[in-house]
């Protein structure tokens, strides 16, 4: 432009962009000013500019683009938009900013590049920035290099990424460039600030002059770390905090020094260096060579390229074979040290991914320890300690402990060392009790070895676990040492210096704690029981010898013996001392008679005995004298059973009362078993165990016990000793059992001759497998058939029970027990196993038999002897059973069969490794690197059989190993890169299936989720499906931060699409499996009744726990926390448990049986309470979280873990906490008892149960896919009565509820029990009740569809009786396309599914006739014969009159059992229709029903055309006819109206409007033409009013059906048709020439009828025939008239709603909408007269809806612009007309921000000039306002007197009622209480019922209209509702009858009647521009008829005395009267 004015008027964007630089420095200064004055982040305004910020940077005019950058900055740091413009501005900075030589320029470019730093765009910066080091222009680079600089100083290291930073460092200080090196150096040194020495190897290639002048400026840096000092915007916490500390002047700093120390490792920021293709080629032969010198220049080579700090990922299996080998074999120590060397290397630079050789290399190295030159142990040692840093010490710990015994010195004390050194490394965590307990025993051992150094080293060994894990841990495993070898090991511990450099306190845990917050000594706790922290004292107390030997067998748990506080242990007594104790406390007399030689006096003096011990004082009863008393001469030789007897009840006493030692127990034991198997004594003997049992514990007594009764020869004694035993397994638990010991017993007693031996040891066997579970029986796989045969039928027996809950414990040490129980629960978690069964098993060593030969076999070139080989390794595994994990160089040889060329050969090498795992159990954990990755690679294998067999293996390698070892290190990353779409698909598919399951997963799987993004993008759809699986699961665990952190890697295209999926599948993420409980001690989380299979349900590792010794978690509870199993209450779940546990521990001691009473009246009062609680408006958030996929929607195949796990969360709020345990427990009976109670409670809890219908339903569907069929049967019972009660009380299903039932219910139809397909059947029956029957047609229709030939059959005969019963409307979508569906079944296989098809065909031929044929579609000729003939068949059988039965269940379909219309009834009604009737009767007088509406055939009887009376059931005539009596009307003045004739007349219009809809085209036509006559009489319109929705949803409806049906078919004559169009016309025509009467048609009646009308105008079909074109001229004219004479709120609403709906539709065509739009044009040509009448809300509201549908842009995108040029002209109009107050007509638009509308509206009133004016228009708008509000109140009582004559007069009251309401409306403060105070309070009731009747109306509801006359009374209104004869009801009937082509919604429009206008919340449209359809009329108006019909009822019922007196009193004479009486109403209804 020549002249500065022109571009001056421009707006600023365009200006920014102008080619003049002046308009440009202008454009940019407004902008700047723009950007500083707009508030809102989120404006529209900011987006105007997104394209052009690039060009405020890059203004090729220096002034300007100064002026720019400030506009930039400003941009950056207010938009929200701004980070979309990252890439581009800084790319822009970086080119043409930092080259400018203005240093203002420059300065601000790089306050652009930190303003986007803040707003979370670091990497993008980071990457321009990068890039632009590469720039020629120095200027450029140290601008680069000084803005990367101030971006770490001020935001730190943990937001700017150093390594690709310090990865291009040294190239910059190679640069010519002075300024560039300079700028690199304080680069340098900023950020040797944030990470200290790890910049150190970066830079050691780098000038050495360089290097000294960077060591000299790090030397003078300060000491401590710097600090962030400007922060994100998310980071607004930190900022805060920052600032705090600031001021409290920088507190912390400390531990921040620590935080910034080891934030960045050295290693991270190294480039990995690629060595293998670096190897010399000769390498493999020269390492192999003769000549040292050979092999030691081949090392050497290997050592220089070892050398490299990090090294690439790569296959070095070879390599390190290679170096193992020279370890291992090489005569010369010099090539051995050099080889060690490598490994260390080697190790050092791969890290974790060396884990996979390092079970190969250690055992090498500990053996060649046993070299004593210090050269070489110094080179191992550094290779181990390399080695030990890339795997854990458990994988290695096989390995270790092989060696601890090795004969050699060196190799034990270098073992040792090695542990004490590998100890430092560790942490409590990683060093759980079963990984130390082994290695604790095996350096106890070396503690005694004869070798000093040996001995110091496991003294140095053992003090470094003591610093590491702490004192109290360590104690246990050392409680035989004596006190000088401990005191020697505390004092290493004082010495050892762990890697923090701080020395802790003995039993600290140092790594986690400082040394001040040490343990107190070991004493403190003793007197602490109660709080749980006993067992820190255990190690200074000795320890009975005996329990050792149990500790192998009991998991760990036998220690507890040996570590209890309570212990009693004492030396052996003498004689003589045992004589003295004795006669301190016995009687003189009671001694000198024990070895009487009369037995009497023994007798006596065992009772004197017995009397001394039960006053003894506990505490001072010398049980040990006591007992040996009794085994004085006689002793236990007693030959008298009676004095035997008592002896050994005092021993028991003993037990019980004293302080008893095992010591004690020694003494009598031997007794006790010579006596168990006696007839008379050995009860008595029995219970002597159990004492002992009680005070010594039961693993001690029952291995002293099995070992004594097997010592002697006494089968008797032997089987009776099992016996015992066997029961007090079930009273004591499990826990701590020496069960390797116990299964050599038992099979010593299997092998006994004594057949009662064999089947005492047998049971043993059983109560142990209730224990163990299968593992038990591979101990005895070498037994006989016949024997192995009773231990499987014993085993049988046991399967499905639960052991029993624990009803003895051993008192004194419970407390302690129970505190080292958490400890081994902590173990468990922590370190993935306990103690496992398998571990008993005897492992046997293969590593012999693979020999070289076997290996060379396995890797011929000859698929043949390949195969052979794998035969060879298959037999010795086989042939083992159980292996050792030490398999020689197999599992090379087999990874290389993996890759095999022949398939063959791979899928027997997954089968062996298949069956390695199951040989070797938890032992194969340390191949998972070296043979599990291989098997994931073979996932990606392009056959399916193949990929299948590789899954399999992989799950029996996972259940042996768990999850955690797969996912740690980056194998699992490496295969997912391989770009192979089925590895991919199968990985994920396996990796979200095991994800959900784990508690916590390795940091490693975060190298997972770049693969996991690449797979999201991947090519393969599969590939993808996987991956947006998967990708919950991985954020449950790693979170949603991180995942979305870890995008700003990807391509900006992809990030903005993985974002999207991010979000999704954050709505959709599973909760983490909850970690057992552990609250208070003790095994609280443990399954109460002791099953296994609760507690070991999920793993930590995600590893199966069907082989741990089960019952150990049951075993210690003490009975205060659950009730025996004798106890008939329910026993409370394991869930409900820690919260009293900590009590529960603490009171242990007071005995057993002192808080039984307490607990089970604890459990009476919870199950006293409500069992549902009803929460308000839970279902409906419930409801919501679904639709916003917050929560798993309830769809399934088979039911996850993670949807029953929400599902108990989501019942935890609405359910008592006991029903919900009963609920959720693993034992099916208790879920039969907690259905017990719901029946029960069904009744008395009706409002709750329906607050948790979904929650109900949803349990139940969860039972459908149990087994258990008593369950199953239950839950139908319950199901069938809550259907009752739903019916009952009027509720129906919503969508929620239906979808996540009706499927699963459907599933068990096809159940092969009969009971359960009847009950089902029953259930769907009442659905249709509750439910519309039409929503429940496509439910069954899918269940059509599956597999079970059953469940289709069924399907399709519930589809026949829906038919039967609601006719077709019932087919949905359509009947066409349901009917062809149901006809495929007819070519069926299966004969019971072709003749339910062919039933179902039928019934629909029985509705419709031979429309069926064309329904059904082409059928091949042999169906259609079947069908024709079934047609024929059923044809003969119609007449047959129903049997008596079939009528009863008719008439009362609610029977729960009751059959079908097919099925005749075969059973009487049970307990369910017994309680129901008990339910009905009360509620409703006995009235007679046979002329009542029977809302059950409403449906049944619409589809006829004709009218039929119903069956009457014989009655009492009198009582038949009896309403049909009209007492005498008694006479008032009354104002007779229209509505006092109300009823009459609204009755014939309702039945004339049915008419309307009828299948009879002449029945349709004579209905319209009466219409027509009463709408031209201007007297009788009036009498239309209130029925006009009803006129046109009926009109409305034959227009569909002339389309559907009538048009379609050839046999109806079109002239017919023509005829009846014309009706129609004519009637509509002549109602909407009526103003009054037009304007009441709603809103969804008329787009309805407007969308009728257009479909009709374009329908060809009617152009084709005669006079068609005469129709079309009818419609056009019809269709203006419409529109002008409709009220416009409703009419400009009902076009919009159309309009969208054409526009969405993408079948519609085109020219529906340009219809509709033609139709708004002429609408908007009205507005000026209607503007005044017209709703703005609503019609705005209306408008935001549909923009919201369809944005701006998504409008222009459509075809054409009408629409676009639409919705304008009609906003542009109202604006126009309404000025600036439209913008006040925004009140019921939820979100004024974000609707379009708002703003627009805006535009266009500034554009018309409103906006200046608008403040005067407001204040001219107040003053009227006030100015008419005083005119209002002086006019208030003139006004209001009007109207209420009007209301007063018969004539006017409609009107004045109108009025009134009109001017309540407008002034809603108006006091109408002074003209109302004076009339009558029926007149008072008339004006509010009216009221609410017009409110009703004019809001699109239907409100009965019981308007009451003035002056009217009560008795008069009975008077007139008695009038009503029977037909007034059939009458309406029929009207029901004739209403062909409804919606199957009907019934459910019926039901809900009063009920659920008061349960439901009114729908109003000021919150949704709800749509009134003609359908939800119809349902209204059916809710109409029924609420007369109660109302009626309830009239009838109160004057039921007056009429038992009238019948009383009625001759019986009369009967013939009222008998004809009733044969004339019946002809005059046909």
């Known amino acids: 432009m020549a002249d500065d004015s022109e571009w001056m008027k421009l707006p600023v964007d365009q200006k920014c962009e102008h080619k003049v630089w002046k308009a440009r420095l202008n454009g940019y200064e407004e902008a700047l000013k723009l950007f500083q004055r707009i508030e809102d982040a989120k404006s529209p305004e900011w987006g105007k500019y997104l394209g052009l910020i690039k060009k405020f940077v890059t203004d090729s005019n220096a002034v300007a683009q100064l002026k720019g950058l400030e506009a930039a900055l400003a941009f950056v740091e207010n938009a929200h938009v701004a980070n979309r413009t990252t890439g581009e501005v800084v790319s822009g900075v970086v080119t043409k900013v930092f080259n400018q030589p203005k240093a203002r320029a420059k ?57 690709p930073v310090v990865k291009i460092l040294p190239k910059q200080f190679e640069s010519r460039e002075k300024a560039v090196r300079d700028e690199a150096r304080l680069l340098a040194v900023e950020i040797y600030k944030w990470i200290r020495d790890a910049l150190r190897p970066s830079l050691q290639n780098i000038n050495s002059v360089q290097l000294k002048e960077l060591e000299e400026e790090w030397v003078k840096l300060p000491s401590t770390p710097p600090k962030q000092s400007r922060f994100l915007r998310s980071q607004q916490d930190l900022k805060a905090k920052f600032e705090q500390q600031q001021v409290q002047g920088g507190e912390h700093s400390d531990d921040d020094e620590e935080e910034a120390a080891v934030a960045v490792d050295p290693y991270e920021l190294l480039e990995p260096v690629e060595i293998l293709s670096k190897m010399p080629k000769d390498f493999y032969d020269k390492i192999e060579a003769k000549k040292w010198q050979e092999r030691k220049e081949a090392l050497e080579a290997i050592e220089t390229l070892t050398k490299n700090p990090k090294l690439e990922n790569g296959d070095y299996g070879d390599l390190v074979r290679a170096l193992k080998k ?39 190295i500990l053996e060649k320890f046993k070299e004593k030159k210090p050269q070489v142990v110094q080179a191992l040692q550094e290779a181990i300690d390399a080695i030990f840093l890339t795997t854990t010490l458990q994988n290695l710990s096989e390995d270790i402990l092989a060696v601890m015994d090795n004969k050699n010195p060196s190799i034990k004390q270098q073992a040792s060392l090695f542990l004490a050194r590998s100890f430092r490394h560790c942490s409590q965590a990683t060093l759980p009790k079963s990984v130390l307990k082994p290695f604790c025993a095996a350096l106890i051992k070396q503690v005694n070895d004869s070798a000093p150094e040996v001995r110091d080293a496991a003294f140095e060994a053992l003090g470094t676990v003591m610093k590491v894990v702490g004192e109290k841990a360590v104690n246990p495993f050392l409680a035989d040492l004596d006190k000088l070898k401990l005191d020697k090991i505390k004092e290493s511990a004082d010495k050892v210096e762990l890697p923090g450099g701080k020395k802790g306190a003995g039993g600290a845990p140092v790594e986690k704690k400082p040394a001040a917050k040490a343990a107190p000594p070991p004493e403190a706790p003793k007197t602490s029981a109660p709080t749980k922290k006993a067992s820190g004292a255990a190690a200074s107390k000795p320890s009975a010898g005996p329990p050792k030997k149990g500790k192998p067998a009991s998991g760990g748990k036998a220690k507890k013996v040996a570590s209890d506080v309570k212990e009693v242990t004492e030396a052996e007594l003498s004689d003589g001392v045992c004589e003295e104790l004795a006669a301190g406390v016995l009687p003189e007399n009671c001694l000198q008679a024990l070895d009487s030689a009369n037995w009497k006096e023994r007798l006596a003096s065992m009772e004197e005995f017995q009397k001394a011990v039960e006053t003894m004082d506990t505490v001072t009863m010398p049980c040990q004298a006591l007992v040996r008393m009794l085994a004085k001469k006689p002793g236990w030789k007693e030959t008298n059973f009676q004095v035997m007897q008592m002896k050994l009840h005092i021993v028991a006493l003993v037990a019980q009362r004293g302080q008893f030692s095992k010591t004690s127990a020694s003494v009598v034991l031997e007794g006790l078993v010579d006596k168990v198997g006696d007839v008379k004594c050995g009860g008595n003997a029995k219970e002597g165990l159990t004492a002992i049992g009680e005070a010594c514990s039961l693993p001690w007594t029952a291995e002293q016990l099995v070992s004594l009764a097997f010592a002697q020869k006494n089968p008797k004694n032997q089987a009776e000793a099992l016996n015992w035993l066997a029961n007090a397994m079930k009273e004591f638990g499990f826990t701590g059992i020496n069960v390797k010991a116990f299964i050599n017993n038992v099979k010593t007693a299997l092998g006994a001759t004594n057949p009662g031996v064999r089947t005492a040891a047998i049971t043993l066997l059983g109560v142990m497998y209730l224990y163990m579970g299968a593992p038990l029986r591979m101990f005895f796989e070498d037994e006989k058939p ?3 045969a009773q231990i499987d039928a014993e085993f049988e027996k046991m399967q499905g029970q639960s052991p029993p809950a624990p009803i003895r414990f051993n008192r004194k040490s419970a407390s302690a027990e129970d505190e080292v129980d958490e400890g081994e629960e902590q173990d468990e978690d922590g370190g993935g196993g306990g103690q496992d069964i398998m571990d008993l098993l005897p492992r046997s060593d293969i590593s012999d038999k693979i020999t070289s ?10 698929w043949k002897i390949r195969k052979e080989g794998l035969d060879e390794a298959a037999a010795i595994i086989s042939e083992a059973k ?75 390698w996972v259940d042996q190993t768990g999850m955690k070892d797969w996912l740690e290190g980056e194998d699992l990353s490496e295969e997912l890169k391989r770009e192979n779409p089925f590895l991919r698909q199968e990985v994920l598919g396996w990796l979200a299936e095991k994800l959900p ?28 499906k996987k991956a947006q699986d998967a990708l919950p699961t991985f954020m449950m665990h790693l979170g949603y931060d991180k995942m979305n952190k870890a995008t700003g890697k990807l391509k900006p295209a992809s990030k903005d699409q993985v974002v999207a999926m991010l979000e999704k599948a954050r709505a959709v993420m599973p909760a983490k499996p909850a970690a057992p409980a552990k609250a208070g001690g003790g095994k609280g989380s443990a399954d109460l009744g002791g099953t296994a ?74 199950k006293s309470g409500p069992i549902f609680i009803f929460v308000p408006n839970a279902k409906e958030q419930r409801i919501k979280e679904e639709k916003q996929l917050k929560i798993l929607k309830w769809n399934f195949i088979t039911p996850r873990d993670e949807y029953v796990e929400q599902l108990k969360t989501q019942m935890s709020t609405c359910l008592a906490k006991w029903l919900q345990d009963e609920l959720y427990h693993l034992d099916f009976q208790r879920h039969v008892k907690a259905i017990g109670v719901m029946i029960e409670r069904l009744e008395s809890e009706r409002e709750a149960t329906i607050g948790c219908l979904d929650l109900i339903l949803k349990w139940f569907t969860l039972r459908f896919f149990d087994t258990n069929t008593t369950v199953l049967m239950k839950a139908l019972e319950y199901l069938k009565l809550l259907f009752i009660m739903l019916n009952d009380e009027n509720y129906h299903l919503t969508e929620y509820e239906a979808n996540s039932f009706i499927p699963y219910l459907i599933l068990k139809v096809g159940e092969s029990k009969d009971g359960v397909r009847k009950d089902v059947r029953a259930i769907l029956t009442m659905l249709c009740k509750v439910y519309p029957a039409s929503k429940v047609f496509p439910f069954l229709m899918e269940g059509t569809k599956s597999k079970n030939s059953k469940q289709r059959a069924e399907c399709l005969e519930e589809l026949g009786c829906l038919i039967e019963g609601y006719g077709m409307n019932v087919c949905q979508p359509t009947p066409a396309k349901s009917l062809k569906e149901i006809a495929v079944h007819i070519g069926d296989r299966d004969t019971s599914v072709r003749n339910a098809a062919l039933n179902t065909v039928v019934a629909v031929y029985n509705v419709c006739g031979d429309q069926v044929y064309k329904l059904i579609g082409n059928l091949s000729e042999k169906e259609m014969s079947m069908l024709e003939e079934r047609i024929k068949r059923s044809a003969k059988k119609a007449p047959v009159k129903q049997s008596a039965s079939e009528k009863t269940q008719r008439e009362h379909p609610a029977n729960p059992n009751a059959t079908f219309s097919r099925k005749p009834a075969q059973e009487d009604p049970n307990k369910l229709n017994q309680s129901r009737q008990q339910h009905n009767e009360p509620s409703h007088n006995p009235i007679p029903k046979e002329f009542k509406l029977d809302l059950e055939k409403i449906e049944e009887d619409m589809i006829r055309d004709e009218y039929k009376m119903p069956d009457l059931i014989e009655h009492n005539l009198d009582e038949l006819l009896e309403p049909i009596i009209i007492p005498k009307f008694m006479s008032r003045n009354l104002s007779l109206h229209f509505d006092d004739v109300h009823n009459s007349t609204a009755s014939t219009i309702n039945y004339v409007i049915s008419q309307v809809a009828s299948g009879d085209i002449n029945t349709s036509i004579q209905a319209l033409a009466q219409i027509d006559e009463v709408l031209r009489q201007e007297d009788k319109a009036d009498a239309m009013s209130g029925h006009i929705d009803q006129l046109l949803i009926a009109t409305i409806m034959q227009l569909r059906l002339i389309n559907s049906t009538h048009l379609a078919d050839d046999r109806v004559d079109k002239k017919d048709v023509i005829k009846l169009y014309s009706c129609i016309m004519g009637s509509l025509l002549s109602l909407f020439s009526m103003e009054s009467l037009a304007r009441e048609a709603s809103m969804g009646i008329l787009k309805d009828l407007m969308h009728g009308l257009i479909m009709l105008m374009l329908d060809s079909r009617v152009e084709d025939i005669e006079e068609g074109t005469q129709v079309i001229r009818s419609v056009n004219l019809l269709v203006i008239r419409v529109l002008e004479k409709s009220d416009p709120t409703n009419l400009i609403s009902a076009l919009l709603v159309l309009l969208q709906d054409s526009l969405v539709s993408s079948a519609g065509s085109h020219t529906i909408s340009d219809l509709v739009m033609k139709c708004l044009w002429r609408v908007i040509r009205f507005l000026p007269e209607t503007i005044h009448n017209i709703n703005l809300d609503r019609i705005l509201l209306d408008i935001h809806n549909f923009m919201k549908v369809f944005p701006k842009e998504k409008l222009k995108q459509l075809k054409g612009d009408l629409p676009h040029r639409t919705l304008k002209t009609l906003l542009h109009s109202l604006c126009k007309l309404t000025g600036a107050k439209i913008l006040d007509h925004l009140s019921m638009i939820e979100n004024r921000n974000e609707s379009e509308l708002e703003a627009h509206l805006r535009r266009v009133v500034k554009h018309t000039g409103n906006l200046s004016g608008m403040k005067s228009d407001r204040g001219n708008e107040k003053s009227g306002l006030r100015t008419e509000e005083r005119m209002s109140k002086a006019k208030v009582s003139d006004i209001l007197t009007e109207i209420f004559k009007k209301i007063g007069s018969k004539e006017n009251t409609k009107e004045g009622l109108t009025e009134l309401y ?169």
Request: with cysteine; hydrophobic share 35%; proline share 5%.
């Open 1862 to 2030: 009109e001017y309540k409306l407008k002034y809603s403060d108006a006091d109408l209480e002074p003209f109302l105070k004076n009339t009558t309070q029926v007149f008072q009731n008339y004006v509010e019922r009216g009221l609410r009747m017009i409110e009703s109306e004019r809001e699109g509801k239907v409100y009965i209209q019981t308007v009451m006359p003035q002056n009217s009374c009560d008795s008069v209104l009975s008077s007139n509702e008695e009038m009503k004869p029977a037909s007034y009801y059939y009458e309406r009937l029929q009207i029901l009858k004739r209403r062909c082509g409804l919606e199957n919604t009907s019934i459910a429009g019926l039901n809900s009647g009063d009920g659920e206008s008061q349960q439901q919340p009114t729908i109003s449209l000021m919150s949704k521009p709800a749509v009134v359809s003609s359908t939800d009329m119809l349902h209204s108006k059916l809710s109409q008829l029924k609420e007369s019909r109660e109302q009626y009822q309830q009239e009838r019922s109160a004057l039921s005395p007056t009429r038992a007196n009238t019948r009383s009193a009625s001759p019986a004479g009369d009967l013939d009267d009222l008998k004809k009486r009733l044969e004339r109403i019946k002809s005059k209804l046909q």
């Open 853 to 862: 030969d076997l290996v060379s076999k396995i890797g011929d070139k000859n």
């Open 997 to 1024: 399951a784990l508690r916590t997963v390795p940091g490693d799987l975060m190298l997972c989720v770049p693969q996991l993004y690449t797979c999201l993008e991947d090519r393969n759809g599969d590939v993808r």
């Open 1093 to 1166: 299979s609760a507690s070991a349900e999920e793993h930590p590792d995600g590893k199966p726990e069907v082989k741990k010794i089960r019952g150990g978690a049951a075993a210690k509870k003490p009975p205060s926390e659950e009730s025996p199993p004798l106890i008939k209450d329910k026993e409370v779940n394991g869930s409900k448990k820690p919260p009293s546990k900590g009590k529960a521990a603490a009171s242990t001691q007071q005995g057993p049986g002192t808080k039984k009473p307490a607990a089970k009246g604890l459990k009476e009062e919870d």
């Open 882 to 956: 159980f292996i050792k994990p030490t398999i020689g160089e197999l599992p090379f040889a087999l990874k290389g069969r993996l890759a095999d060329s022949n398939k063959i050969l791979v899928q027997q090498t997954l089968s062996i490794l298949q069956q390695l795992a199951t040989a070797m159990g938890p032992g194969i954990k340390q191949h998972v690197k070296s043979l599990g990755i291989p098997i994931i690679t073979v996932l990606g294998d392009s056959k399916a059989n193949v990929r299948s067999a590789a899954l399999t293996t992989l799950q029996a």
């Open 107 to 163: 300065e601000l470019g790089m306050d652009i590049c930190l303003m986007y730093i803040e707003i979370e765009k670091a990497e993008v910066v980071q990457e321009e920035l990068l890039k632009g080091l590469d720039n020629k222009n120095p200027k450029i680079v140290v601008a680069c290099l000084e803005t990367l600089r101030k971006a770490l100083g001020e935001f730190g290291s943990k937001i700017v990424t150093l390594k």
């Open 786 to 788: 016949a024997l192995l």
């Open 326 to 364: 020279v370890v291992g074999k090489d005569a010369n120590v010099m090539l051995v040290s050099l080889a060690a060397k490598c490994l260390a290397g080697l190790a050092t630079g791969l890290r974790k991914k060396f884990g996979t050789y390092s079970g190969q290399v250690v055992p090498t």
